[in-house]
């Protein structure tokens, strides 16, 4: 069993940065999902142990994600927010190799930490 533990939420203005943090017991790959009030569970960006990395197209060019293998924590540092980007951002973690998009193919999940960005 793998335990996620976010942080780095908060309440910013549109146009501002945030980076979220997300720190495993174990090795993972690790994705980043958000949900917004009334929305299905969105896949966001994912690192794989190797280092490979997926963006969802929203997202490209303004969010970039890291991670730091020593202390199996990933990064998501998200530049130029919206209004739009406002939701719960969950990171996951799941037994296989590789990153997925599909939220029901990760086993271990986080609390969530909430993002909302004003207008």
């Known amino acids: 069993q793998v335990q996620l533990v976010e942080s780095g939420g908060g309440l910013v203005q549109a146009g501002d940065s945030l980076r979220l943090s997300c720190a495993a017991s174990g090795r993972t790959p690790l994705g980043w999902f958000r949900q917004a009030p009334g929305k299905e569970r969105e896949f966001v960006a994912g690192?794989?142990?190797?280092?490979?990395?997926t963006y969802a197209d929203s997202v490209k060019g303004r969010f970039t994600i890291a991670r730091d293998n020593a202390k199996n924590t990933v990064y998501l540092q998200m530049n130029s927010l919206s209004p739009e980007d406002t939701a719960g951002y969950y990171c996951?973690?799941?037994?296989?190799?590789?990153?997925?998009?599909?939220?029901?193919?990760?086993?271990?999940w986080g609390q969530g930490t909430q993002v909302t960005v004003s207008s």
């Open positions: 690192i794989s142990w190797a280092g490979d990395i």
């Open positions: 996951a973690g799941r037994k296989g190799p590789v990153i997925t998009t599909a939220p029901g193919s990760y086993d271990y």
